[in-house]
């Protein structure tokens, strides 16, 4: 019953690094997608996916790139980590887009500097 | 616009007392899904309801109950007799059409419960 997989929970970057936030889910979801959570603003969208091969922007996706090449896999790359992406990054995934509930991974706790 | 306003940023209750959480909502829509999240000190996004714009019967699970009423775009949330393991930050989000059925959260309500 493993559901969806973020790693790593914790990572410190500098400002610059680039890196990848893993997520996976073993409930073949069609849809998937990426929140990041920071004090006061709730979560917000940062890309999702509707399904391999098709991703899209959300709210706030500057700075960031996601790729689905596999229905269990969406990562998040931060292409040029700057402090503003210090945050807390959930990935979430849904059986279909009908409903719309999320299953969300435990999250990634991202810290730059 | 989509979009869900959570007024209270921080609640604070002694427990067995009652609360209400309020969750208001704008949408263009006509079918659309409302949710409430919990996420504990721990951190987790623990599901708690979903309910869609054509079911507006108040839902009840425990001590928790939903009210949703579609005339004041408001979807509320109590919970009686409330407990410390109450305390949490309390979620509301509104599916959204317009960005591939993603959720659009409010920006949470954190309940304090003490003994």
């Known amino acids: 019953n493993a559901g969806v997989t973020q790693t790593p929970k914790f990572q410190v970057l500098k400002t610059g690094q680039s890196m990848t936030l893993q997520c996976a889910q073993d409930?073949?979801?069609?849809?998937m997608s990426w929140y990041r959570q920071d004090p006061g603003m709730g979560l917000r969208l940062i890309h999702y996916?509707?399904?391999?091969?098709?991703?899209d922007q959300g709210e706030v996706p500057n700075g960031y790139n996601v790729s689905r090449s596999t229905t269990e896999d969406f990562p998040l790359r931060l292409l040029s980590a700057a402090p503003s992406q210090t945050s807390v990054y959930f990935c979430a995934s849904s059986p279909n887009r009908g409903t719309g509930e999320l299953f969300f991974g435990e999250g990634s706790r991202l810290t730059v500097l | 616009a989509q979009k869900v306003t959570q007024a209270q940023t921080e609640i604070s209750v002694v427990e067995k007392e009652d609360v209400t959480l309020d969750c208001v909502y704008e949408t263009r829509d006509t079918t659309y899904y409302l949710f409430w999240y919990k996420q504990p000190p721990s951190g987790e996004l623990v599901f708690l309801i979903r309910?869609?714009?054509?079911?507006?019967q108040n839902e009840i699970s425990g001590r928790y109950s939903w009210n949703f009423q579609k005339s004041t775009s408001s979807f509320n949330f109590t919970i009686t007799a409330s407990q410390v393991v109450d305390s949490a930050v309390y979620f509301c989000a509104l599916r959204n059409s317009n960005s591939g059925y993603a959720l659009n959260f409010g920006k949470g309500t954190s309940l304090l419960v003490t003994p």
């Open positions: 996916s509707v399904g391999a091969g098709i991703t």
């Open positions: 409930m073949n979801h069609e849809y």
């Open positions: 309910r869609n714009s054509f079911d507006e």
